[in-house]
């Protein structure tokens, strides 16, 4: 399920485990949104969602974030062009601006993929009613 992208993160916010899961889950769901149009899109696996605050990702998992977002762009439309990032065990992690990118990409991605969906359109032809797939 979608859910709407932070996109106003700021220095002093604080990053956690529901953050993570809501950027992870929606990244899965804009695949899931992206395949109905194009036959493949590769995908690594982004494991399970974190379930507290002793659970904070690992630089591996920042990176299949990136990862997936990079695959989104080659195997679809590019709604969004900003370079993705690579992360380091025992480096520096992500901050605001990083997330700020990360969300702003999925929300871009999201937006662009909703204007492909099908849609249906109800019309009335003489005294029937019937559904139009556009």
Known sequence: MWQEPKIDWVSTDSFNFEDYNRIKNNIAYLREMALPFYSTVPF??????????????????????????ELLRNSTFIFNNEEKKTWYAN??????????????????????????RPRRLSITLGMATTDLKI
């Open 44 to 69: 690594e696996d982004m494991g399970d969602d974190k379930n507290g605050y002793n659970e904070f990702p690992y630089a591996e998992e920042f990176n299949r974030l990136e990862n997936n977002l």
């Open 91 to 116: 480096e520096k992690t992500p901050d605001f601006e990083d997330f700020n990118r990360i969300e702003r990409i999925c929300l871009d991605y999201y937006k662009g993929l909703q204007r492909y």
